[in-house]
């Protein structure tokens, strides 16, 4: 108990060159000090190994209630909400994609000329070449209505009506020139209520051939501006393209 | 489990500075662990950025990260803390090194690594001769039965030999303690080591 007051008043204090000398002395003189100056240092070293020691679990135990406490659902939260928000960025740009990307000229024509141009109204008291090709039009068979629409125009290149339906036959044999040619002449005549460009500006978006669409976007214009027939349907179709 | 209330009061009532951790190391009272937690966890974000930057893996990073933070501990409880830096700084410069010790695999076990420390302190003070006579004999030293029989002498013995091992004064551990005064806690703390010196000779 003196002697290890003694030892460690020695390490703790500031001793004085003869307490030094003293020290040593003793240490060198006698073996059961210097095994209490050994015991005293080695007993100090284990306990501040073992403060540490504790440290280090004391850590390791703060360490494992944060990851467990907050960080495990916190970050997957975190990764759930970029997740969700990523799904919202892609879906939000799928839509505006769909909504906003320009719809197929073709497609348009061909939604067009399926609810529109596959039948038209027979005058069921008549009977004349007119109502013989409209028969035949709305019979599906457009080669004869072609020739028949064709037939009266030749013969009277006033019947505005035949040149019409012979460009209507035409665009959905698919004989596409001789359709714009129809309409062409068509929209150049005065009438109360001219399809010309309307029907060419549609013969074009069918045939979908380079420049048509551009060409398409400037006719549908001219009828929407001049208030021509088929305006409404112009006025929707230029908003897609 | 340890209870983080008290920590996270600490860390989010003041958004708690280097002045504060370090006074809080530096006062050595009962709060002094709350302190330490409270370092530890400041910059904990460390051991990922270690475990990333040199590849090691999580239990070696957290253990270069606890041997870090145990390190400032008694740097700034020592006074060898100089505050030219930051604590962040500090920290992350010796956290660095430990990092680099994980990744030579060059470092030592901790026992030696802390032997180190403690008795050069100590024996730098006397004579080459002596000092040879005592490393000799430290070297003798069974220091896994040290620890075990420390661990076995009583929860307050432990304890007063820890805090003085860790550069509490007989006066701070008297206070923690219970002691009425300092010289009361001084002469009980040596009573301990002596029974320990018992203990290990048994």
């Not at chain 1, 596959?118 to 019979?139: C, I, K, P, R, W």
């Not at chain 1, 009506?161 to 596409?176: C, F, N, V």
């Not at chain 2, 661990?151 to 006066?171: P, Y």
């Not at chain 2, 008297?174 to 320990?196: D, I, N, P, Q, Y």
């Given at each position: 108990m003196n002697n290890l007051e003694y030892i460690e008043d020695y390490f703790k204090g500031t001793p004085t060159p003869d307490e030094k000398k003293s020290f040593d002395e003793r240490i060198q003189n006698d073996t059961s000090f210097a095994e209490e100056v050994a015991f005293y240092v080695s007993g100090q070293q284990a306990a501040a190994d073992m403060?540490?020691?504790?440290?280090?679990?004391?850590?390791?135990?703060?360490?494992?209630?944060?990851?467990a406490a907050q960080p495990a659902?916190?970050?997957?939260?975190?990764?759930a909400i970029i997740y969700a928000a990523a799904c919202v960025f892609l879906v939000a740009v799928v839509m505006s994609w769909l909504f906003f990307k320009p719809v197929s000229t073709e497609k348009l024509a061909n939604q067009y000329i399926d609810?529109?141009?596959?039948?038209?109204?027979?005058?069921?008291?008549?009977?004349?070449?007119?109502?013989?090709?409209?028969?035949?039009?709305?019979?599906?068979?457009?080669?004869?209505?072609?020739?028949?629409?064709?037939?009266?125009?030749?013969?009277?290149?006033?019947?505005?009506?035949?040149?019409?339906?012979?460009?209507?036959?035409?665009?959905?044999?698919?004989?596409?020139?001789?359709?714009?040619?129809?309409?062409e002449d068509?929209?150049?005549?005065?009438?109360?209520?001219?399809?010309?460009?309307?029907?060419?500006?549609?013969?074009?978006?069918?045939?979908?051939?380079?420049?048509?669409?551009?060409?398409?976007?400037?006719?549908?214009?001219?009828?929407?501006?001049?208030?021509?027939?088929?305006?409404?349907?112009?006025?929707?179709?230029?908003?897609?393209? | 489990m340890i209870n983080l209330e008290p920590i996270k009061a600490i860390m989010q009532s003041t958004s708690i500075t280097d002045t504060d951790i370090i006074e809080g190391l530096r006062r050595k009272d009962n709060r002094h662990v709350e302190y330490e937690n409270a370092l530890y966890l400041k910059f904990a974000y460390f051991i990922e950025e270690g475990r990333h930057k040199y590849s090691v893996n999580?239990?070696?990073?957290?253990?270069?990260?606890?041997?870090?933070?145990?390190?400032?501990?008694?740097?700034?409880?020592?006074?060898?803390?100089?505050?030219?830096?930051?604590?962040?700084?500090y920290l992350y410069q010796i956290f660095h090194n430990k990092c680099v010790d994980q990744v030579r695999k060059n470092t030592t076990k901790k026992n030696e690594m802390h032997h180190g420390f403690v008795l050069t302190d100590a024996l730098n003070t006397m004579s080459d001769t002596s000092k040879t006579i005592v490393q000799q004999l430290i070297e003798k030293t069974d220091f896994d039965l040290?620890?075990?029989?420390?661990?076995?002498?009583?929860?307050?013995?432990?304890?007063?030999?820890?805090?003085?091992?860790?550069?509490?004064?007989?006066?701070?551990?008297?206070?923690?303690?219970?002691?009425?005064?300092?010289?009361?806690?001084?002469?009980?703390?040596?009573?301990?080591?002596?029974?320990?010196?018992?203990?290990?000779?048994?």
């Open positions: 403060a540490n020691d504790e440290r280090r679990e004391r850590f390791r135990q703060l360490n494992f209630n944060q990851r659902k916190v970050i997957s939260l975190r990764r609810s529109q141009l596959t039948t038209f109204s027979v005058n069921m008291g008549a009977h004349d070449n007119m109502q013989e090709g409209l028969e035949q039009y709305n019979a599906g068979k457009l080669e004869e209505s072609l020739k028949t629409f064709e037939s009266i125009y030749k013969n009277d290149n006033t019947k505005d009506l035949a040149e019409r339906y012979a460009g209507i036959s035409a665009l959905r044999l698919q004989q596409y020139d001789k359709a714009i040619s129809y309409f068509l929209s150049t005549k005065s009438l109360y209520s001219n399809p010309g460009k309307f029907y060419l500006a549609l013969t074009l978006m069918k045939r979908n051939q380079a420049q048509d669409k551009e060409r398409a976007h400037i006719l549908l214009k001219e009828v929407v501006d001049q208030n021509l027939e088929g305006k409404d349907i112009a006025e929707q179709w230029l908003k897609k393209m | 999580y239990e070696d990073a957290f253990s270069a990260y606890s041997d870090a933070v145990i390190t400032v501990i008694n740097n700034v409880v020592n006074a060898n803390f100089q505050e030219r830096s930051s604590l962040k700084t040290l620890r075990k029989r420390l661990s076995q002498i009583g929860e307050n013995c432990k304890q007063m030999l820890l805090l003085f091992a860790d550069g509490f004064s007989d006066k701070e551990i008297a206070t923690m303690v219970g002691f009425k005064t300092a010289a009361v806690a001084k002469t009980s703390r040596l009573r301990c080591m002596e029974k320990l010196r018992h203990m290990y000779k048994q």
